[in-house]
């Protein structure tokens, strides 16, 4: 029996004319429901093919991965949309709202489409831009945009939120309120969140921290006492 | 400049071809229309004067009233410039082939085989089956694909004049058998002008040889000038040169027409008199007639009284005799009544006195038989008395005691006889008596009897001569009534005699009255040098060309505006995608000039490959393709290309500036802004709230994809403005191509439906008479074939503008009222009915378009005569076929001083099949007063073949249209998709199907192409107006309406275009990369 996440000896090879690049080598890992999971590593580590793949946006050349018992790597291009559309939040670095819409309808986007979406003020109210709502993200700071993204990707309801360098494009003090946000969320909600990044300094609050290096997995620690946020310093 | 930027440049273009093609391809679409619309003008305009040139058509025709004698032609010969000469014939003649009519115009050909580079040999035939007429009796026909006559090489024709002069007048023969068929420069179109005889218009023309006419005088003169044929003689440098011996020509005229003018006057006069004398010997032969038919009519009427009066008389004498007859009657009947009596009372006394009578008798008779008896007894007695004396023995005393017995018996007997003559004659007396009383009753019987056989007889008789006088009193009272019905119907019929003749009386006077006006108005004969400015063939030829100008200014000025957007919009796409490049330029150094020369150069490469390629295509394409479409109704060999260098390189530097222009739009705001700003990624476009947000009914129903649908229509606007404008030409050219085809499609049915709602028209001889014309009038009105006729006055004239004239059909209608049922005039728009009034005219569309005059405006018109009146102009009625114009009787009177007299006659048929009309026009060409017979349904049918070729337009409308939607729309996706691409990764990350994403970027495109569509529609009524106007041909008007369908199909074509570049583009948009959404905004 497979754990809620399980990657099995997955390897990607990307081809780049009559090169061959092997982003991954081999990966293993589990990771169980309702887990906030660091994912961190150097730049090239392989990082972003692992949220690639896991986020049904790219698939294996070789190996296994199965969410919640269901063999993802096996699935088509459609049944990929469809693992996107209901089982996975996405937190993108540079947030990708649609400038045209206000903070209400950035939300919205994602929601029309899932079969048990949250409230869509609820959530808004819950990442703390009730003030905002009827704004466009150019009238919004970094870390508002970030929320809305969070915003976002939680009100879809998903079975995993995958978070691409969340904090990335934030300064430190935004940056902190959306882990804790994305930590709350987790804890609140049972949603497996899976961060990544190359700051090691967030493994800290990690309940599992896997660590990538050249394609393989370098460690995967599981942290016992993970600290909350506000107490995490990089 | 750096040959790295050149290396930068060449290897964008390589990387971007989509982007490339785009501009290249709009360019290429711009220049070809507006190069290939506009050289197709010099082209055919070329092409049509080298056919002039190679069959020498005339520089001047040279007409005059009073023709040429053989010294005018040497003056012409002698004229400074003038090259050939041709000193001919011309004249128009009928002929009938089966039931249909055809006016011809006669040309000459100078000798049997005329050489084509004798330069006397003007208006060469262009001989295309058959050969040339070498002897007279032959002729040429003009080739005719369209309107085909039905003649072929080897028919023979039977001309006639069509007037009433002989047409061997003229003629040396008028049976000409077809040798050959030809075409002439002299006639490019179907269309060959007006003529005085016959329909009004020349249906063909044919060439005989010159020795065939018989005139003193030549009618014109063909004159070539020399040089002239070295320039286009649709170009001003030919008219330089023949303009000079124009004048030339003109002042030979002046000199040479002088003298004849007094000649042509008395001519005139003499002709006028002859007509007087006429008019004069009609008049008392019409004065007799009727004064001939007044006394008939009295005879008749006295007649008439004297048979009244007899009748009467008769009728009394009748009575009388009736009256006798019955008194005698009566008396003999009072007669045998009192006979009657007597006989009843005799006999009744008679019967009562004979059995009294005979009993008497009876009684007589037995006393007389008792004494008879007694006397018997006696005579015995004495006998025995006798005996017994004689008996011997007898003592005396016995003797005497006997003697003494036998003395008393004698006494006895003597006692009994002598009473018997007592009795005897009382019985005769009673037996006569009653014998007589018998007889006397008898008698009497039998007088009554005949007295009652008289009665009857008298009875019998009266009877008899009753009836018999009854009789004849009907026979005479209907001999009277016939008489006086036949005597009112005489007076009647001499009335509208009378009447008529008076009419036509009046209107000989009239008639004459205008001549003697004319003769006193005649012109002093002139020379009219026509030169090609009144040639019909190249004028309108010319002006066809000149049309096509005019779409080529309209439809590139389009495309350019199109491709302008198109590469505003593109460009401005790479600006923004490069713009950290531009930065990164800036920082290290380069000028505004070498950052910006990438931009221009790239466009100026697509553009100039575009204009090279368009020029290539549109240049022989258009040319060729607008010419074919001509030559269905014109004579014209094939196109001669001629090289337009300076049109190639104007269109190609027009779209090339436009384009580098439209680039260095696009870069000039980068590069405005310093490499610091330019190396950030580009501050997001703050959403904004549009205009449609605020009407929050709406927009709260609006799905977000709706919503973003909206803002992003509203957000860039140089895309809204190409693809709207992009779009609504595609649908434009669209509803235009289409809207050709309803429009030309329904002139016919319009024409020959609506307007003209009868069947046939028959044209009168000129010479038939009022009564003649009724008689033929009143024929018709019987024959059930007909619907309903009525007579028109119909004359072909001529209206005025400037030096211009136009060919028009006057039409007068006899009975205004009933006209409405044979022609509706209404005005096209609002199909309002518009009424003939006493005091102006009405005229049809097209003519007041070509003549520009509206209603209240005063137009010039003649009636064939060349004599100019002015008319006011009370109404524009809808018409497309022919230019008319329609007078009340009344005001016909008025401006040409004769009353209206029907010329021809209108009829509508019950049934209007083929073969009824064949039989039909057969019967009524035989009648000697009629001269033609037109039905419509011919015409219609010929008419509808002509146009519907000119179908392909639509063809090559559909191709530009399609050209364009794919140009621009493609732009539009390519545009937006690479814009966007970020956006699209993200939903696709967000978990859109396939489907959703194009939904969500095609949203935009479909509602784009609608807005567009849309707009189009109505921006297609402008264009198709445009098309319309300038594709007429001069006397037909096409319709302006497009069909519903049209309209329709033109969104649904609009759309499925859309839709194809849409499915085009679906590839691209599956291929963007969902890793497209974690890169860093550049």
Redesign the interface.
């Known amino acids: 029996m497979p754990s809620y996440i399980e990657f099995q000896n997955v390897k990607k090879i990307y081809h780049m004319g009559e090169v061959d690049i092997e982003a991954l080598s081999g990966v293993d890992f589990s990771i169980d429901k309702g887990e906030f999971v660091v994912i961190a590593g150097a730049s090239g580590a392989g990082k972003s093919t692992i949220l690639n793949i896991l986020g049904g946006m790219d698939s294996v050349s070789s190996g296994k991965i199965y969410v919640d018992g269901n063999e993802i790597s096996s699935y088509n291009a459609r049944q990929l949309t469809t693992y996107r559309r209901y089982d996975i939040g996405f937190v993108f670095q540079f947030y990708n709202l649609v400038q045209n819409l206000t903070v209400q309808e950035n939300v919205e986007l994602a929601t029309q489409i899932c079969k048990d979406p949250l409230d869509i003020v609820e959530t808004i109210r819950a990442v703390g831009l009730e003030d905002r709502m009827h704004n466009f993200p150019a009238q919004l700071s970094g870390g508002e945009q970030q929320r809305v993204a969070i915003a976002r990707a939680i009100a879809k309801n998903p079975k995993i939120l995958l978070c691409d360098e969340p904090t990335g494009a934030l300064d430190y003090h935004t940056g902190k309120a959306v882990l804790k946000l994305l930590q709350d969320t987790c804890r609140n909600q049972g949603v497996s969140v899976i961060v990544i990044t190359h700051n090691l300094a967030l493994t800290a609050m990690g309940d599992k921290v896997i660590k990538v290096r050249n394609g393989k997995i370098e460690s995967v620690t599981v942290n016992e006492d993970p600290l909350p946020v506000e107490r995490i310093e990089y | 400049m750096p040959s790295s930027l050149w290396k930068d440049t060449l290897r964008e273009i390589k990387k971007t071809l989509g982007r490339f093609f785009s501009i290249f391809a709009i360019v290429a679409i711009g220049v070809a229309f507006f190069a290939g619309v506009k050289a197709s003008v010099p082209d055919m305009k070329y092409t049509a004067d080298a056919y002039f040139d190679e069959y020498n058509l005339l520089d001047f025709r040279i007409v005059s009233t009073v023709g040429f004698t053989k010294e005018d032609v040497q003056a012409i010969r002698e004229v400074k410039g003038v090259e050939g000469v041709d000193a001919t014939y011309t004249m128009e003649a009928l002929t009938m082939v089966g039931p249909q009519q055809l006016t011809l115009k006669v040309h000459a050909l100078p000798e049997a085989d005329p050489r084509a580079d004798d330069p006397d040999y003007i208006n060469q035939a262009n001989l295309q089956e058959g050969r040339m007429p070498r002897t007279s009796g032959e002729c040429l026909i003009e080739k005719n694909d369209i309107g085909d006559s039905g003649l072929k090489i080897g028919d023979t024709i039977v001309l006639s004049s069509g007037t009433n002069t002989d047409i061997s007048e003229s003629l040396k023969t008028k049976e000409y058998t077809i040798v050959g068929t030809t075409f002439n420069p002299n006639y490019l179109s179907y269309e060959k002008g007006s003529s005085s005889i016959g329909s009004g218009k020349i249906d063909n023309y044919i060439m005989i040889l010159k020795d065939d006419f018989k005139s003193e005088y030549y009618t014109e003169v063909n004159v070539t000038v020399k040089g002239a044929k070295d320039y286009n003689s649709y170009e001003e440098a030919y008219f330089e040169i023949t303009d000079k011996v124009k004048t030339a020509l003109e002042d030979v005229g002046a000199d040479r027409s002088e003298f004849r003018f007094e000649e042509i006057k008395k001519l005139a006069n003499e002709k006028y008199e002859e007509g007087l004398a006429e008019y004069e010997d009609g008049k008392k032969l019409y004065e007799e007639e009727i004064t001939k038919a007044k006394d008939a009519l009295e005879d008749a009427k006295i007649k008439l009284a004297v048979g009244e009066n007899t009748l009467q008389i008769e009728k009394k004498n009748y009575e009388v005799k009736m009256a006798e007859g019955k008194q005698q009657l009566e008396t003999a009947k009072a007669q045998l009544a009192s006979g009657q009596q007597i006989y009843q009372n005799i006999k009744k006394e008679f019967d009562e006195r004979k059995p009294q009578l005979e009993e008497q008798l009876t009684k007589l008779e037995g006393q007389l038989d008792t004494i008879k008896e007694q006397v018997q007894r006696i005579d015995e007695q004495i006998a025995q008395t006798k005996q017994q004396l004689e008996q011997p023995g007898l003592t005396d005393l016995e003797k005497e005691l006997l003697n003494q017995r036998l003395t008393s018996l004698q006494q006895q007997k003597d006692v009994a006889e002598a009473a018997l003559p007592m009795i005897e004659p009382t019985i005769s007396a009673i037996r006569s008596q009653l014998e007589n009383t018998q007889s006397q009753l008898q008698m009497m019987e039998e007088y009554l009897r005949i007295l009652q056989q008289q009665i009857d007889e008298g009875e019998r008789e009266l009877e008899e001569g009753k009836k018999t006088a009854e009789l004849q009193f009907a026979l005479a009272e209907q001999e009277l009534i016939d008489g006086r019905a036949s005597l009112i119907s005489g007076q009647m019929e001499l009335a509208k005699q009378e009447k008529k003749g008076l009419e036509e009386l009046e209107l000989a006077e009239e008639k004459l009255e205008k001549a003697k006006r004319d003769i006193e108005e005649l012109p002093q004969p002139q020379w009219y040098v026509l030169d090609r400015h009144s040639h019909y063939s190249y004028m309108d030829y010319g002006s066809v060309a000149d049309r096509m100008d005019g779409i080529s200014k309209v439809f590139p000025l389009f495309f350019f505006l199109v491709a302008a957007l198109v590469c505003l919009t593109t460009m401005t796409r790479m600006v923004e995608e490069q713009r950290s490049m531009i930065g990164t330029m800036k920082a290290l150094g380069y000028g505004k000039a070498a950052i910006a020369f990438k931009y221009v150069f790239y466009a100026f490469v697509a553009s100039v490959l575009g204009s090279i390629v368009g020029c290539a295509i549109g240049m022989t394409l258009f040319p060729t393709v607008i010419f074919n479409a001509w030559a269905l109704m014109y004579t014209i060999p094939h196109i001669k290309f001629v090289m337009q260098p300076v049109l190639a390189f104007t269109a190609s530097f027009i779209v090339i500036g436009i384009t580098m222009a439209a680039a260095y739009a696009a870069v000039y705001k980068e590069l405005m802004e310093v490499p610091s700003q330019l190396m950030r990624p580009k ?6 709230k549009i205009l449609l947000e605020r009407i929050t009914v709406l927009w709260s129903r609006f ?2 994809i709706q ?2 649908t909206a ?2 229509i509203f ?1 860039y606007k140089k895309r809204f403005l190409m693809t709207v404008i992009g779009i609504s030409g595609c649908t434009a050219l669209l509803v235009a191509g289409f809207g050709i085809q309803d429009s030309i499609g329904e002139v016919v049915s319009r024409q020959y439906g609506d307007i003209m709602q009868y069947d046939l028209s028959v044209m009168f001889d000129k010479d038939a008479s009022l009564s003649q014309k009724e008689e033929i009038m009143d024929a018709l009105a019987k024959d059930g074939r007909f619907e309903a006729l009525m007579g028109v006055g119909q004359y072909n004239g001529n209206a005025y503008d400037g030096s211009e004239t136009e060919a028009i059909t006057i039409v007068v209608p006899s009975d205004i009222e009933a006209f409405k049922q044979f022609v509706s005039l209404h005005t096209r728009i609002g199909q309002k009915e518009q009424e003939l009034s006493g005091d102006s005219v009405l005229i049809s569309e097209k003519l007041s378009m070509n003549l520009n005059v509206s209603k209240g405006d005063t137009m010039i018109i003649d009636d064939g005569d060349g004599i100019q009146r002015e008319v006011k102009v009370g109404g524009i009625v809808e018409n497309y076929i022919g230019h008319y114009v329609y007078m009340a009787p009344g005001y016909y009177k008025d401006i040409f001083h004769v009353r209206q007299v029907d010329t021809a006659l209108l009829a509508k048929l019950n049934d209007a099949a083929p073969e009824v009309e064949v039989t039909l026009g057969n019967e009524l060409m035989k009648d000697e007063q009629i001269t033609s017979v037109t039905f419509y349904s011919g015409i219609a049918e010929s008419f509808q073949d002509t146009i519907a070729s000119l179908s392909f337009v639509v063809v090559v409308l559909i191709i530009a249209a399609g050209m364009l939607a794919f140009v621009v729309l493609y732009n539009l996706t390519n545009v937006n998709i690479s814009e966007r691409v ?2 699209i ?10 489907k ?1 994403v194009s939904a969500y970027v095609y949203r935009e495109n479909i509602f784009l192409t609608m807005i567009g569509a849309f707009c189009g529609l109505f921006l297609g009524i402008g264009l198709h107006q445009l098309i319309m106007n300038l594709a007429e041909l001069e006397s037909v008007m096409f319709g302006r309406n497009i069909a519903l369908l049209s309209f329709v199909l033109s969104f649904l074509i609009t759309m499925l275009f859309s839709i194809i570049v849409n499915l085009v583009m679906y590839r691209k948009l599956k291929e963007v990369p ?2 497209e ?5 550049e």
């Open positions: 501050a997001p476009k703050v959403g904004k799905s977000f919503k973003v803002r992003n957000r970020r956006e990764a993200t939903i696709k990350v967000l978990g859109f199907y396939d959703e969902m890793v959404s974690l890169k860093s905004v």
